[in-house]
């Protein structure tokens, strides 16, 4: 079963709110979470035959109410059940507001859904399996690749995490501090799998990272003097602006040094440089990773040519970076700035102690295949494109790298 493209747009932006909404007013999260997949199932069904109703939300949260109506009158007595689902159920409580009304930041029960995600006494794994189940819209497949372990353990993961908040009280929290960093670190994985997705014919899931963007300006919102935030916001920006430009006619994914600039978003560039730029001077000294990674996309954004890119302050920034946070991502990610500053040598020696790092999949091979090209050693270099694209999901990025092999073969 799989629904037309808009209508699969539609299910994924309003499944947050459908959600949100039910547990707001029942509180069951785990029986909710099955009632509005039993919607999900049924729009996308109905919908292609007789045509998405004027309500779209509305419509998948009257679905979803009956269903997890029944399904709280199936445990205990019929009698019981009616009384209880009379008193939770007020007779406006499933009118959903009209397309395009504001509603305030503390209202956004996508937002108070989130927070309940990141409940802490949720290991940090299962806070954010459950977010990009329930806000992001990822299906546990992609969630279980996304963290390179079997679909059927991510289930249970996420089913352990759904009794785990199972009676928890439905709204926006008064620790947010607390709950912050994995609440960031969420969106931030959130809005990655929608700018390079992890599988599939499309590089890009717009909806996701988009999604991840509004969430955060509403935290950023609600936290304003909230450094971090900011910076991953300004990092999100500044990285999605390079949406238009990243793949070509056919989709065929772009890299940055060969991308059409004039296709950038610039008034998100220019927000993006602000937010950050704003951050930093506040905390310069104590910059957390999201402004570090920020300041460094600005440093991109910032150039008018790939020639003209300052590497010298990008791989400054990455080794306060890897300070702050030494994780194998961070690593490779300087090691393309070594070699831009230092040759490509220096960079494919930097490279081989991260040999081994499972968590970076096909990209080590990508870089390896990238740096030994600029080096002049071509065999190796298509074994390294060609290796990398046997071990990536992404149709996108598995044609370009067998195309960059390609041109080198004798």
Request: glycine share 8%; hydrophobic share 40%; charged share 25%.
């Amino acid at each position: 079963m799989t629904p037309g493209t808009g209508i699969e747009d539609l299910l994924r932006k309003h499944a947050p709110q459908v959600l949100g909404a039910l547990v707001r007013r029942y509180g069951h999260f785990d029986t909710a979470e099955d009632a509005v997949q039993e919607a999900l199932l049924a729009a996308a069904r109905q919908w292609p035959r007789e045509g998405v109703p004027e309500n779209p939300r509305g419509w998948l949260i009257r679905v979803a109410a009956r269903r997890l109506t029944d399904a709280l009158r199936g445990e205990e007595s019929r009698r019981l059940r009616e009384e209880r689902a009379a008193a939770l159920t007020p007779r406006d409580a499933f009118v959903a507001p009209p397309p395009g009304a504001a509603r305030a930041p503390s209202e956004d029960d996508t937002l108070s859904l989130l927070f309940l995600c990141c409940h802490p006494e949720l290991t940090s794994s299962g806070q954010i399996a459950l977010t990009l189940r329930a806000v992001g819209g990822l299906t546990t497949a992609e969630i279980a690749r996304a963290h390179l372990v079997p679909e059927a353990t991510m289930a249970q993961r996420i089913s352990r995490a759904k009794q785990r908040v199972r009676g928890t009280r439905f709204g926006r929290p008064d620790n947010w501090e607390e709950r912050l960093p994995a609440v960031l670190h969420t969106l931030y994985l959130i809005f990655n799998e929608g700018y390079t997705a992890t599988s599939g014919a499309a590089l890009q899931r717009a909806e996701l990272a988009g999604e991840a963007i509004r969430l955060t300006r509403t935290m950023r919102q609600l936290l304003p003097k909230e450094g971090e935030v900011a910076g991953l916001l300004a990092l999100m920006l500044l990285t999605d602006a390079r949406r238009a430009a990243r793949t070509g006619p056919h989709g065929e994914l772009v890299p940055l040094d060969e991308q059409d600039r004039g296709l950038w978003d610039r008034a998100a560039v220019r927000e993006g440089v602000l937010l950050v730029t704003e951050a930093l001077s506040v905390s310069r000294e104590t910059a957390g990773p999201y402004q570090l990674r920020a300041a460094i996309a600005a440093v991109h954004d910032e150039a008018p040519s790939p020639d003209a890119t300052d590497w010298r302050e990008i791989l400054g920034l990455y080794d306060v970076l890897l300070h702050r946070v030494p994780g194998p991502v961070e690593r490779l990610n300087r090691v393309v700035a070594v070699a831009m500053v230092h040759g490509p040598r220096a960079g494919l020696a930097e490279l081989e102690p991260l040999e081994g790092e499972s968590a970076l999949g096909h990209r080590i091979d990508a870089v390896r295949g990238h740096l030994l090209e600029r080096a002049g050693d071509p065999a190796r270099a298509r074994a390294a494109y060609e290796s990398a694209a046997g071990k990536t999901l992404s149709l996108p990025e598995q044609r370009y790298l067998q195309a960059r092999a390609a041109r080198l073969r004798p």
